[in-house]
């Protein structure tokens, strides 16, 4: 964990690198289940917003969308098909309005 943070940014700044200048949307993690009650999670959801401010990038809180769904998760880490297909609809949606949600 204590590599996250300067990893993402390094991350970010390769594709910032990038010739063709693309657009950066950041997305803050899918939580562990419909709950908040992960420590590392919680962790890696507060460092990729921190990242994402200092980086001044679109953020798209796919967190706070799926908490309290516990119909989108099979189980803690894999989502149901309608899960899949509310995700891809979260992040098409925020890509094109040409921010984040």
């Known amino acids: 964990m204590e590599h996250f943070k300067p990893d993402l940014r390094r991350l970010i700044d390769r594709f910032a690198a990038f010739s063709s200048k693309p657009t950066i949307y950041v997305a803050l ?3 562990r289940g419909p709950k908040d009650d992960d420590e590392n999670y919680r962790r890696v959801r507060v460092e ?6 200092e980086k001044k990038l679109a953020v798209i809180d796919l967190w706070t969308a799926f908490l309290g769904h516990a119909e989108f998760f099979k189980d803690p880490t ?3 098909v ?4 509310y995700l891809a609809r979260l992040v098409a949606d925020a890509i094109s309005k040409g921010r984040g949600g």
């Open 78 to 80: 894999h989502l149901t």
């Open 48 to 53: 990729t917003e921190q990242v994402a401010q």
């Open 29 to 31: 993690p899918v939580p």
């Open 82 to 85: 309608p899960g899949r297909r």
